[in-house]
């Protein structure tokens, strides 16, 4: 499958700060990505998604970034808060197919 | 909004038997089921995609004799593993495309074979 992985397993930030997750994918044909939000056992919850004619997308306290040049995305979540403590996941599909998940990357808020 | 149920959340066997992991898509229909497999710490690999009324596409290394999946209904997608092993213990999601990109995830199923 495609190779999709983040530059850091684990962050952490205060509650109140702004976090930034990164992932690089390696599948130029990529045309779909997605975000997701895991907690401790239980399955992947959907945050947002970003098509590859997108540069940018916003949600509520949340933000995707493509950057189609370097195949790297990253998701920012502004005013960090407590519950959005888990582990993170993107997500990368071609032709609306398989979904290929990356590594994963642990978000700790400090309160 | 759309919903994916798996069942049994969490089920515990013994080493030879085999065990069913059942995932509806409660709300709307879905021609493609995928089912992913995550060890602690780790990411989800796809293991296969189911699609109803044909056989499933396993991913490279995926045992489609230990790993059977059937998707008889456009509602229901079922993950057997067959004579299980120790090793087999794992948590197991299912996924359902509902349209184009839309696709939505299961709460997981936890399986420990003893």
């Known amino acids: 499958g495609e190779s999709v992985g983040l530059h850091l397993p684990t962050l952490s930030v205060q509650e109140g700060d702004n976090s930034i997750i990164n992932c690089a994918y390696s599948n130029s044909a990529s045309d779909y990505f997605i975000w997701y939000k895991q907690e401790s056992g239980k399955g992947p919850q959907f945050i947002i998604d970003?098509?590859?004619?997108?540069d940018k997308r916003q949600g509520q306290r949340v933000t995707v970034l493509l950057n189609k040049t370097v195949k790297h995305l990253s998701l920012q979540i502004a005013a960090t808060q407590p519950g959005d403590s888990a582990v993170y996941f993107c997500?990368?599909?071609?032709?609306?197919?398989?979904?290929?998940f990356g590594t994963g990357t642990r978000l700790t808020v400090i309160p | 909004g759309a919903v994916v149920s798996q069942h049994p959340s969490r089920v515990i066997c013994k080493s030879g038997t085999s065990v069913k992991i059942e995932c509806r898509s409660l709300d709307f229909q879905a021609t493609t089921m995928f089912w992913y497999r995550q060890f602690p710490k780790q990411s989800l690999m796809l293991m296969a995609t189911s699609n109803e009324g044909s056989k499933a596409t396993y991913e490279q290394g995926v045992e489609k004799d230990k790993f059977l999946i059937n998707h008889a209904s456009l509602t229901l997608s079922t993950l057997t593993v067959t004579s299980a092993h120790p090793e087999d213990s794992s948590f197991y999601i299912c996924s359902a495309r509902q349209g184009g990109n839309t696709i939505y995830f299961g709460e997981g199923s936890w399986l420990t074979v003893v």
């Open positions: 970003i098509r590859s004619n997108m």
């Open positions: 997500a990368e599909t071609v032709g609306a197919n398989n979904l290929f």
